[in-house]
């Protein structure tokens, strides 16, 4: 009978050991000291863009020239990954400018808020830090 292959020498991508990519969190905080930000500030910000993007009355919210912003609620609730008691609406916001195209849940806000985690490496639903601030600096 044939074994079956060792998942440990099939690994072919680093962040393997790692599939939450927590390790980013790290980094990620290194990274935003050089922007001189942190991330509970930036959740603090896309917080309140969401608020006022899902309360427009208008189809899209344009918080800033060449800025739109759409909603997306889905019902119902999702909890935290990280074990918390906290839960947040599935939905999204559609972030479109010239050259930026992002997706931000709730819950992606919270977890940028309260644990600076911007998803992990190679996650369809991390947000470079980097696009969040170049977003938020041109939004007064
Ligand atoms: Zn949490």
Redesign the pocket.
């Known amino acids: 009978m044939k074994s079956m292959p060792d998942a440990k020498n099939n690994r072919t991508k680093p962040w393997d050991d790692d599939p939450l990519g927590l390790g980013r969190i790290d980094s990620d905080r290194a990274l935003l000291t050089q922007f001189d930000a942190t991330a509970e500030e930036l959740g603090q910000r896309l917080e309140t863009l969401w608020h006022k993007a899902r309360k427009t009355t208008d189809e899209e919210y344009e918080p800033a020239p060449g800025i739109t912003i759409r909603v997306e609620e889905y019902g119902g609730r999702i909890s935290?990954?990280?074990?918390?008691s906290?839960s947040y609406a599935k939905g999204r916001m559609m972030v479109i400018t010239q050259d930026l195209r992002l997706s931000i849940s709730p819950l992606s806000i919270?977890?940028i808020k309260?644990?600076g985690f911007f998803g992990g490496r190679g996650s369809p639903h991390r947000i470079e830090p980097n696009q969040i601030v170049r977003l938020l600096r041109s939004i007064p």
């Open positions: 935290c990954s990280f074990g918390h906290g919270h977890m309260s644990h």
